[in-house]
């Protein structure tokens, strides 16, 4: 087989395509069968998803022999570039980069309205849109830029600002600096004391905090509402909202991972979750599923298969990912889906 054949047998499977657009490749590889590689030339043939003949309408399955060269079927899912989930999209869309003008990037999670106002706003985690913040902190403050892409993905804040933090809930650490004189007085000897010995150390007086934390969200004011598409990357519109029960099938559309898959393995979880290197706060209430995300997937809408949202993604790690109740979020925020 000819390598100068390749486009004219794609355009002939094209025309022998009639299942949904299915096809999207081919090229010259190698046999495998049950994962084995037989050494046998095979023209390989590329398909977004390998169904079942029983499946297959009449003359639809794919022939097993092409061009007197045997076929090899290969499931690649929906090949995009690989851009547009990072770069500078406008209208953008939930699934793609975004975030506060001092992170990194997080993943724009859904539009959602106002419940008093109406006023569209994007959904995002607080860590992404509003840089981990208590309210108190001056980590962030109401009106800060919001950009798309973020920063890591070579967002600018002067070319690429697409809202401003509009309302957060705050994030709570678990130990926190007390206010009270007693314990600032007790802090400042401690520190004169350890400076004639150890100039490079310090201690700080800390007591733990009693506040939980039942969300990790935000929402930002767009600049421009037609600078927003409210269709989830991939999925299309949400269908509305459900309840996490275990077993349950999800998927999400995040700004590092793409479509990912899992399945809800808990509820009602408490757990404590790093928020540096030296602070932790605990959640109650969360959601506990498969892997299905990594760094930059943060503040996606975590979706059943047919669409209705169930959750919003805020960690995770290789073994697990952890989201809250989409109906924590949208109450603590006000807003509607």
Request: aromatic content about 6%.
């Amino acid at each position: 087989m000819n390598k100068k054949d390749i486009p004219a047998i794609f355009r002939q499977l094209l025309k022998l395509d009639t299942h949904a657009n299915n096809i999207v490749g081919v090229g010259q590889g190698q046999k495998y069968i049950r994962g084995k590689n037989t050494g046998q030339e095979a023209l390989t043939i590329l398909v977004k998803k390998k169904y079942q003949n029983s499946d297959l309408r009449n003359g639809a399955a794919l022939p097993r022999i092409m061009d007197n060269t045997l076929t090899d079927i290969i499931e690649v899912g929906d090949i995009r570039l690989l851009g547009e989930r990072m770069g500078y999209n406008r209208p953008a869309q939930p699934g793609m980069s975004l975030g506060h003008y001092k992170i990194s990037a997080g993943t724009f999670g859904a539009v959602v309205k106002d419940k008093d106002t109406g006023e569209l706003l994007i959904l995002s985690n607080n860590h992404v849109l509003a840089n981990i913040t208590d309210g108190t902190d001056g980590r962030s403050s109401i009106g800060d830029a919001i950009i798309q892409p973020g920063i890591y993905d070579g967002g600018k804040p002067e070319e690429c600002t697409i809202a401003q933090l509009h309302r957060f809930v705050p994030l709570y650490r678990a130990t926190i600096s007390p206010h009270c004189k007693i314990a600032k007085t007790f802090e400042m000897i401690l520190n004169t004391c350890i400076h004639l010995l150890r100039p490079q150390y310090q201690v700080q007086v800390v007591r733990e905090s009693e506040k939980l934390n039942l969300v990790d969200c935000a929402v930002a004011a767009p600049l421009d509402t037609a600078a927003i598409s409210a269709e989830i990357l991939e999925f299309g519109s949400v269908a509305g909202i459900k309840e996490a029960t275990p077993g349950l099938p999800i998927k999400k559309s995040g700004r590092t991972t793409g479509v990912t898959y899992s399945q809800v393995l808990a509820n009602n979880v408490t757990f404590k979750i790093a928020m540096s290197n030296q602070e932790y706060g605990i959640f109650s209430d969360q959601i506990l599923a498969g892997p299905m995300s990594m760094p930059g997937d943060s503040g996606s809408l975590i979706l059943t298969n047919d669409n209705y949202a169930i959750g919003l993604l805020f960690a995770g790690s290789e073994q697990a990912t952890m989201f809250n109740k989409i109906t924590h979020v949208l109450d603590k925020l006000n807003v509607t889906l």
